[in-house]
T-cell receptor, first 110, second 113 residues
């Protein structure tokens, strides 16, 4: 347990609505990541952060934005949710080396 | 372009026997490799890692082997236990773990009692 919490743990929303997922860590890791997991695709990186206010895109960043205003919080926003964004979202943290994952958020977009 | 490949989506092994999970990579800049285990409805859990300066790393029942010339790594679990039933992800990184990870698609391991 790397002191990572994700909220909400489950969410059902409608197409076109904005959604924000939150990742919170308690161990002061420098790097934070957002992944999505889908059948047949494994874990794909959406966005990551290497410090407060420093973020960069991953391989599947279209339709997502992130913000990191404090070391401990990393927010993932879907500006206008689509059905293709139905997935399980994982936050991860690291200080170099292994990444440690949160418990996940299951998002369903109807 | 899948830079980390796990070509076996599933594997079944008898309890007590050896489980061998395989992973191939294509990017020669990768020099740090990891295995994660994932149970349903939980986040992935880090299992074991290896850097390219070694060809083997062992931690209890888990051993990872790295063959750099073949760009291949494998995870051996001996002996296999029912609690090992999970999805296993291989991951790779450059700069000895200081770059972001690239994951494979996972292998579902089922241990048969």
């Amino acid at each position: 347990d790397a002191g990572i919490t994700q909220s909400p743990r489950h969410k059902v929303t409608e197409t076109g609505t904005p959604v924000t997922l939150r990742c919170h860590q308690t161990e002061n890791h420098r790097y934070m990541y957002w992944y999505r997991q889908d059948p047949g695709h494994g874990l794909r990186l959406i966005h990551y952060s290497y410090g407060v206010k420093d973020t960069d895109k991953g391989e599947v960043s279209d339709g997502y934005s992130v913000s990191r205003s404090k070391t401990e919080d990393f927010l993932l926003t879907l500006e206008s949710a689509t059905s293709s964004q139905t997935s399980v979202y994982f936050c991860a943290v690291s200080s170099g080396g292994p990444e440690f994952f949160g418990p996940g958020t299951r998002l369903t977009v109807l | 372009d899948q830079q980390v490949k796990q070509n076996s989506p599933s594997l079944s092994v008898q309890e007590g026997r050896i489980s061998i999970l395989n992973c191939d990579y294509t990017n020669s800049m990768f020099d740090y490799f990891l295995w994660y285990k994932k149970y349903p409805a939980e986040g992935p859990t880090f299992l074991i890692s290896i850097s390219s300066i070694k060809d083997k790393n062992e931690d209890g029942r888990f051993t990872v082997f790295l063959n750099k010339s073949a760009k291949h790594l494998s995870l051996h679990i001996v002996p296999s236990q029912p609690g090992d039933s999970a999805v296993y992800f291989c991951a790779a990184s450059g700069n000895f773990g200081n770059e972001k990870l690239t994951f494979g698609t996972g292998t579902r391991l089922t241990i048969i009692p």
